[in-house]
């Protein structure tokens, strides 16, 4: 099967996604946001989450569907994100994909939410992805991965060791009072600041802590670094406080990602994830890449939040490997090692 028609579903966390792609061309991607249901909760609630799934799930394949002028029989596989994420959040999306794939007799492809992001790359480039640095940055996670092959050999060489990048973008942005989701409002507001106007520590880059922590990161100093500057400074400018803690983020991840590729001997590097909408970290990191002679690849905004697109793009992907399908009636799983990319 050269051109395989899959069709993916995500719901790691509060987006209902849905997308369809045939091989590397994408054909629809439909996501569904419960986002405004957690604004006012600060941040995303598991079980209001899990409850938009359910009531989004048919509407959003229906659409898709329509989008993509295809229809439900003519599905080659089923592919869904079976971790990690929000436990009651995921078991939404495996459930109507463990239904679809018994009603139609199609197999089912369980994948790993860490590695489809990665691989919605494909959908964008014509190029294969080769042995890669990977620096996935979202809500949830922040890791450095090593992808030798995209559908089943990855390495974990570093993650957060409490806030992830985008969690960090939220909090921030509570204290400064801009709202929920954190991520896009900094931006905006950094656009009008200085991100030299303050100095804020870069979590795990001293000596020592590169001994123990290379490839690592954290966040939660920075954020009670900031929360302080804000309790001694009445006076402060907002502006300045989202540009130079923007700043300090971009700084961290990428010192760290072309460190892991020059460690390495890989020359290209996927951001993904997301923050990888953020447009400081991809102007930075065109302009650091370009210097340290690294290919860079990052995938269109609307492909670095989570989507079904990348979740069908993996799907594809294993199909065209060889991959078995997953077992009928996989079951989620809220934490899970990015070297698992497809569940047997």
Not at 271 to 300: D, M, Y
Request: aromatic share 4%.
């Amino acid at each position: 099967m050269s051109q395989p028609l899959v069709l993916g579903i995500e719901t790691s966390c509060d987006e209902t996604a849905v997308g369809i792609v045939q091989g590397r061309k994408l054909l629809a991607n439909v996501i569904a946001s419960s986002v405004e249901e957690h604004a006012r909760f600060g941040g995303v609630v598991p079980e209001v989450a899990s409850r938009a799934h359910l009531e989004a799930m048919q509407p959003a394949i229906a659409r898709a569907l329509k989008e993509s002028g295809v229809e439900l029989k003519d599905v080659d596989a089923i592919a869904v994100t079976a971790g990690p994420g929000l436990v009651g959040a995921l078991l939404v999306g495996v459930s109507a994909a463990n239904a679809l794939a018994l009603a139609l007799d199609k197999p089912l492809y369980g994948v790993n939410h860490l590695a489809s992001h990665v691989a919605v790359d494909l959908l964008t480039h014509e190029q294969e992805i080769r042995p890669t640095i990977a620096l996935l940055v979202s809500g949830g996670h922040s890791s450095i991965l090593r992808v030798n092959d995209i559908t089943s050999d990855i390495t974990s060489l570093g993650q957060t060791v409490d806030d992830a990048a985008g969690e960090a973008f939220d909090k921030i942005a509570r204290l400064l009072n801009l709202g929920f989701p954190g991520g896009p409002l900094i931006d905006k507001d950094a656009k009008i600041g200085n991100q030299l106007a303050i100095n804020f520590p870069r979590g795990l880059t001293q000596a020592k802590d590169m001994l123990e922590h290379e490839f690592d990161f954290s966040f939660s100093g920075l954020k009670t670094a900031v929360s302080r500057y804000l309790q001694a400074t009445p006076d402060y400018v907002r502006a300045d406080v989202s540009a130079s803690f923007q700043e300090a983020v971009v700084d961290v991840l990428l010192q760290k990602s072309i460190k892991a590729c020059k460690e390495t001997g890989i020359d290209s590097l996927v951001i993904a994830g997301g923050v990888a909408a953020n447009s400081r970290l991809r102007a930075v990191a065109q302009e650091r890449c370009a210097v340290a002679k690294i290919e860079l690849r990052t995938p269109p905004p609307a492909l670095c939040t989570d989507n079904g697109a990348m979740v069908a793009a993996l799907g594809s992907l294993a199909i065209s490997a060889g991959h078995p399908a997953s077992a009928l009636g996989i079951e989620a799983a809220s934490a899970i090692s990015p070297s698992i990319p497809i569940w047997s």
